[in-house]
């Protein structure tokens, strides 16, 4: 089993940017998948980003695209998020997340989750 560990987030205002990272140990993540999802206050986990075990394919929730980035390095065994042009609405607790499947959005898929990383966007 891997364990993920995720970092990065805080406190930034709207229009800034925040690069969230995930360190996998345990085991490597260079055969997988990775996913980030975020969870606010009182919804349900919403599927963000992800990534082909390669970095070859990527996949982006609508209201994040041209904004964020998802980009892995295999060596570090780590996925990054890299959040521009932040919003309010991106407030969230952030969790990145490991798949056996080649492309899920469905946070069922995912097998191993990180404890989350905190990113609040004031207006």
């Known amino acids: 089993q891997v364990q993920l560990v995720e970092s990065g987030g805080g406190l930034v205002q709207a229009g800034g940017s925040l690069r969230l990272s995930c360190a996998a140990s345990?085991?490597?993540?260079?055969?997988?998948?990775m996913g980030w999802f975020r969870q606010a206050p009182g919804k349900e986990r919403e599927f963000v980003a992800a990534?082909?075990?390669?970095?070859?394919?990527?996949y982006y929730l609508d209201s994040v695209k041209g904004r964020f980035t998802i980009s892995r390095d295999n060596a570090k065994n780590t996925v990054y998020l890299q959040m521009n042009s932040l919003k309010p609405e991106d407030t969230a607790v952030y969790y990145c997340?490991?798949?056996?499947?080649?492309?899920?959005?469905?946070?069922?898929?995912?097998?191993?989750w990180g404890q989350g990383t905190q990113v609040t966007v004031s207006s």
């Open positions: 997340a490991k798949t056996n499947w080649y492309n899920s959005r469905r946070p069922e898929s995912y097998n191993d």
């Open positions: 345990g085991r490597t993540i260079n055969m997988y998948t």
């Open positions: 990534i082909s075990a390669s970095g070859s394919s990527t």
